[in-house]
């Protein structure tokens, strides 16, 4: 019998996938993905698609998209959610590339990485707040990015990437604050995978040693323990692949 449920938003993102995959193995868990393109073998290799997975389609992630998406998941709420990952992020694609330098910055692409990286989660944040309120302990993971750090900002470069990362840090600060108060049942983690081989890090790798360069399958399961192992506080929590807090 389902007792819980795990959300996975961006589910296509090869780190989720990943998370997903891990959870299969869980009877009690039911799997709830959330995608623009959920057709097997995207988000959920076909081989492991079974009776507690639900598939949500979103057509992309402006705010009514995901007003639908939330009034699906009502729907599904048979079991309380007690673990939420939002994977979405992007660092470049065919047309943005990361900033080297103050020439190279582009105020539509900088839009563009706003809206996926800070935006996105923001509202996933405010939408999902009124479902996951109530008793059960709920852990919503928020993939960030270490250089969102900004006293950790000693090489510069990749301005829109490092500052939609930023924000997004600012907006789990500030958001934790105000669960703090109206919902205690929530921990907001901003996440740092780690350099890991997927679709964006793949045009930056060659200059990371093997031992740097994480699996997906290795960040699931470490992040996985991670939201296992960290208590409720009413903050929020900037943390890397090992657990180890970053500093803001
Ligand atoms: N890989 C790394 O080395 C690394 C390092 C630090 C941080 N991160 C962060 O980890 C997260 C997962 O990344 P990944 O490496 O698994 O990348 P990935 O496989 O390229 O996944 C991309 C993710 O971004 C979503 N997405 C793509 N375009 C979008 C748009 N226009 N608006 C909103 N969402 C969009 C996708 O959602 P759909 O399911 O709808 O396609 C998917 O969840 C990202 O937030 C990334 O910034 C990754």
New binding site residues.
Partial sequence: MITEQTLI????????KAIAAQIQASENTGLIL????LTPP??VPSDLIAANVTKIS?K??QAESIDQAVAELAQHKHAPITRVFV?????H?DHIKPEKRLEDFDSQAFM?IM???SL?PMLWIQKLTPLLTGKSPCKFVL?????GSISENRLGGWYS?RAS?AALNMIVKTASIELARRAKNIKLIAF??????????KPFQKNVPANKLFS?EFVAKQLLDIVENTPLDQTASYLDWQGEAINW
């Fill in positions: 938003i961006g589910a296509n993102s090869d780190i989720g959330i995608s623009r393109d995207n988000s979103v992309d992630y994977c979405n992020g992007i660092l694609n563009e809206t996926s990286n996105t993939f960030s990015a270490r250089v990437y990362k740092h995978p780690g350099t890991t081989d997927t679709p964006l890090s997906p």
